[in-house]
């Protein structure tokens, strides 16, 4: 053979080999993935299940309260991602509260960056999955009422919301007329496809209070006007109050639930309380 035949023979000889170091380490991941995939199991199906657990709920009593005596409870469900550690404060921009207030924990938590906020329901894009977290949401609120009324002497309740909390309002309260006394609803909106006509019809006696911020961007005047047009074309009577904020909740906006509901003389002004969204 020519020395040239010897050197074309190396150098194809060379070149296989190369392209056999090059490859061999590819080939062998892809074995190894291949074989891989083939005894992992299936992803897991995702489910929910109930159980008991205790939550949260700041009680505010009036200065003088008497255990003998019976209170009007407004209990304060809080918006989406926000808590009750905040929500409760709103107690205190309130003109002398001669009631009970309780401000329970949403069950879902939410981690918010550095802070842990609260849900009333989780975030699932099935619509089977929402109506039975509907309906667990409204029993984990009732239960929380008839604890309440368990241990404090109510003479009334009243449901108080703000945007997600707002929305939860209506679904407890058209829900079950014969538990509350009325409904203040800031920030947030009614959700109509819940509701049947003979649920609207049987809760029309319940009195509303809608409030809004006129600079909010987020639940708006638009949402407080739909709201308050639909349950008054239903027959409810409905109160619908601006104030000068964005998305959440001032002292003078509380202050005229607070003269709705009970007629309290016009108090004086206090600072701004604000709740979460």
Same mark, same amino acid.
């Given at each position: 053979?020519?020395?040239?035949?010897?050197?074309?023979?190396?150098?194809?000889?060379?070149?296989?080999?190369?392209?056999?170091?090059?490859?061999?380490?590819?080939?062998?991941?892809?074995?190894?993935?291949?074989?891989?995939?083939?005894?992992?199991?299936?992803?897991?199906?995702?489910?929910?299940?109930?159980?008991?657990?205790?939550?949260?709920?700041?009680?505010? &009593?009036?200065?003088?309260?008497?255990?003998?005596?019976?209170?009007?409870?407004?209990?304060?469900?809080?918006?989406?991602?926000?808590?009750?550690?905040?929500?409760?404060?709103?107690?205190?921009?309130?003109?002398?509260?001669?009631?009970?207030?309780?401000?329970?924990?949403?069950?879902?938590?939410?981690?918010?960056?550095?802070?842990?906020?609260?849900?009333?329901?989780?975030?699932?894009?099935?619509?089977?999955?929402?109506?039975?977290?509907?309906?667990?949401?409204?029993?984990?609120?009732?239960? &929380?009422?008839?604890?309440?009324?368990?241990?404090?002497?109510?003479?009334?309740?009243?449901?108080?919301?703000?945007?997600?909390?707002?929305?939860?309002?209506?679904?407890?309260?058209?829900?079950?007329?014969?538990?509350?006394?009325?409904?203040?609803?800031?920030?947030?909106?009614?959700?109509?496809?819940?509701?049947?006509?003979?649920?609207?019809?049987?809760?029309?006696?319940?009195?509303?209070?809608?409030?809004?911020?006129?600079?909010?961007?987020?639940?708006?005047?638009?949402?407080?006007?739909?709201?308050?047009?639909?349950?008054?074309?239903?027959?409810?009577?409905?109160?619908?109050?601006?104030?000068?904020?964005?998305?959440?909740?001032?002292?003078?906006?509380?202050?005229?639930?607070?003269?709705?509901?009970?007629?309290?003389?016009?108090?004086?002004?206090?600072?701004?309380?604000?709740?979460?969204?």
């Amino acid at each position: 053979m020519s020395t040239r035949a010897i050197t074309g023979v190396m150098s194809w000889a060379v070149l296989a080999v190369l392209l056999c170091l090059i490859l061999a380490p590819a080939l062998g991941l892809a074995q190894e993935s291949a074989a891989t995939e083939s005894i992992l199991p299936s992803p897991p199906e995702i489910t929910y299940f109930e159980a008991t657990a205790s939550f949260l709920c700041p009680v505010h &009593l009036p200065r003088d309260y008497d255990p003998e005596r019976a209170y009007p409870l407004i209990v304060g469900l809080h918006g989406y991602a926000s808590s009750p550690q905040r929500f409760h404060s709103l107690y205190y921009a309130f003109a002398h509260p001669d009631f009970i207030y309780a401000a329970p924990q949403a069950p879902y938590a939410l981690p918010m960056g550095t802070e842990l906020g609260y849900g009333w329901l989780p975030d699932i894009q099935s619509d089977d999955l929402y109506e039975h977290f509907s309906q667990v949401t409204q029993e984990y609120v009732l239960t &929380l009422i008839d604890q309440l009324k368990a241990r404090y002497n109510v003479s009334e309740v009243y449901l108080l919301g703000f945007s997600q909390g707002c929305a939860l309002s209506y679904l407890v309260g058209i829900n079950n007329p014969e538990l509350v006394s009325g409904l203040i609803c800031y920030g947030g909106w009614l959700e109509t496809g819940w509701f049947t006509d003979e649920q609207f019809a049987a809760a029309r006696d319940i009195p509303v209070f809608i409030g809004y911020g006129r600079d909010d961007q987020i639940m708006g005047y638009d949402k407080a006007a739909a709201a308050m047009d639909e349950l008054t074309r239903r027959g409810f009577t409905v109160e619908l109050y601006g104030y000068d904020e964005g998305h959440s909740i001032t002292a003078d906006a509380l202050q005229a639930a607070q003269r709705w509901m009970f007629g309290d003389p016009e108090p004086p002004g206090q600072p701004n309380a604000e709740a979460g969204v």
